[in-house]
């Protein structure tokens, strides 16, 4: 043996001395230690590597007993969820199962039993910690994952109160626009079963698909002709469309509310499904706290055309519908500075918005219909060119429908009152004017005259020729100083007579005229 391999051997005998001190040599290689300094070598690195085996083995064993101990056993799981229970159950399975591998590896170590081949132990150590490690780290996905999901839930929970907040500051600058009334409570709309084919021609120009000329629709006609009745047809089938952005009934006797105007329609875009819209309506309110007060041209800018010119550009995207009802009640001049906005509106407003507008053909609206830039963008359709069988067997629906109301109850009265050939009549009589017919059955069904049969008859007796336009109007007037004779018949006493001649006397002088909606308020009329 080489001087150096002898050194070798002592080296190697020392540290192996001092491995036996703590794994003690088994009885095979005794009786080969001593000169074999080879053997030495590799007993050594057997017992440095068994050594190394139980240190990590006490160490694995170790860390998941402070897992367990401290991380898993002080969960309350009565306070999560039944999936999270189940997700730490196996969790504590498999440390347990870990745990049991590492005991029968353990059980296997004495160095008396040289049968266990340590280099392999050393791999299954190694498996056992990738283990762990996995399922440390599917339960710190799980948890952030979890965790995630958590903040998820309070952001959102946040951004649910921002939104209710700031829509609460949104509702109080909406609010400051007033209260007026569009006037929509007063306005009927048609008999069901009538105007049909006017109804579904308008429903049609709504939905077609609109070009810069076909912005506005104008429906004229003289009175009597129920354009108001229309309009309120109209705006009820767009507000069940969900595209009804807004409507205002000018009425001649509320000057103060037709002024509203502007600020009426705003707070209903404000309402309409586009919630952009509201927040521009807003802002703009926020931005100018004096915009009620501001003047027509202001406010129509500001509330309404700049808003409406945040929708999108789309020619697929659905109608949005403005009313405006009895334009020829406004102030003539406001009618015609509103008409003007509303036409230079029409080249920066998105294709989608259409205005509706119903008025008598007065002259002053006729030239704004005929001028720039309505002539091109506006369609005008005449109610008084309506065909008259058309208009006949929409007033014959009414009376089948209206005037049995008025007998229902009433002794010896058959059920088809007043019959086929007086209500034929009636119908000849009317000449397609609607509020002639509707005055014939309001007074017919007015209880002062008691017995509508001999008002019937007392009105067929003495009308005049249908067919002239001028014998229509003085029927009317005739129907309502029949009226009025009822209302203050000639054998009431000298008292009454003086009391409503002074009434009417001094309403009748008055330096500011009384609008009808005073007169009619004591009297609770609608």
């Known amino acids: 043996m080489s001087a150096d391999t002898l050194q070798s051997a002592k080296a190697g005998l020392q540290i192996l001395s001092a491995i036996v001190k703590v794994v003690p040599i088994p009885e095979p290689f005794k009786s080969v230690v001593v000169g074999i300094p080879d053997a030495a070598l590799q007993i050594m690195a057997i017992v440095e590597t068994a050594k190394g085996n139980m240190e990590d ?14 991380t898993i056993r002080p969960l309350d799981l009565c306070h999560v969820t039944l999936a999270t229970q189940n997700r730490i159950r196996e969790f504590q399975e498999a440390l347990q199962q870990v745990m049991e591998e590492i005991t029968a590896l353990a059980s296997r170590r004495p160095l008396r039993k040289w049968v266990v081949n340590y280099e392999r132990d050393a791999s299954k150590l190694a498996a056992l910690k990738q283990r762990v490690t996995e399922v440390i780290a599917g339960i710190q996905l799980e948890t952030v994952v979890a965790t995630g999901h958590e903040v998820e839930r309070l952001y959102q929970e946040q951004q649910i109160l921002i939104r209710k907040q700031q829509n609460g500051e949104i509702d109080r600058l909406i609010a400051a626009l007033g209260n007026a009334d569009s ?7 048609c008999l069901d079963g009538t105007r049909v084919s006017l109804l579904r021609w308008v429903t049609r120009w709504i939905e077609q698909p609109s070009g810069k000329d076909r912005r506005g629709l104008c429906l004229i006609g003289g009175a009597g002709r129920g354009k108001s009745s229309v309009g309120a047809s109209i705006a009820r089938r767009e507000r069940e469309s969900k595209r009804l952005g807004g409507e205002f009934y000018f009425m001649v006797d509320q000057q ?16 309409w499904g586009d919630k952009r819209l509201r927040v521009e309506i807003a802002s703009a309110v926020e931005e100018d706290c004096d915009i009620t007060q501001r003047t027509l041209e202001v406010q129509f800018q500001k509330l309404i055309q700049e808003p409406l010119q945040t929708l999108t550009e789309d020619l697929n995207c659905p109608p949005l519908v403005i009313l405006l009802d009895g334009l020829d009640e406004y102030d003539d001049g406001c009618a015609s500075r509103l008409l003007r906005l509303v036409g230079q509106s029409f080249a920066t407003l998105p294709a989608a918005v259409r205005f509706i507008i119903t008025s008598r053909p007065e002259p002053h609206l006729l030239r704004c219909y005929d001028s720039p830039p309505f002539d091109a963008q506006l369609r005008i359709r005449s109610l008084d060119l309506e065909e008259t069988g058309e208009v006949e067997k929409d007033i014959e629906t009414f009376l089948k429908q209206e005037l049995p109301r008025i007998v229902w109850g009433l002794v010896k009265r058959p059920s088809d009152w007043p019959g ?46 249908p067919h002239e336009e001028y014998g229509r109007i003085t029927d009317l007037y005739a129907i309502y100083s029949r009226i009025l004779n009822r209302a203050c018949p000639s054998n009431s006493s000298s008292d009454l007579l003086t009391l409503f001649r002074d009434v009417l006397g001094a309403l009748c002088v008055l330096k500011t005229p009384v609008n009808i909606h005073t007169l009619t308020s004591p009297l609770r009329f609608d």
Do not use: H
Not at 59 to 69: G, P
Not at 256 to 271: G, H, T, W
């Open 183 to 189: 006037g929509s409570s007063k306005k009927p709309p």
């Open 256 to 271: 103060d509310r037709n002024e509203s105007i502007v600020l009426v329609l705003a707070r209903q875009l404000a309402s």
């Open 57 to 70: 083995a006490k160490a694995l064993a170790l860390y998941i007993a402070t897992i367990t101990d401290k």
């Open 420 to 465: 086929e050939e007086r209500r034929v009549i009636l119908i000849r009589l009317s000449g397609g004017l609607w509020i002639w017919i509707v005055t014939v059955a309001r007074m017919l069904a007015d209880q002062n005259f008691r017995d509508p049969e001999k008002q019937l008859q007392a009105l067929l007796s003495s009308t005049s020729d």
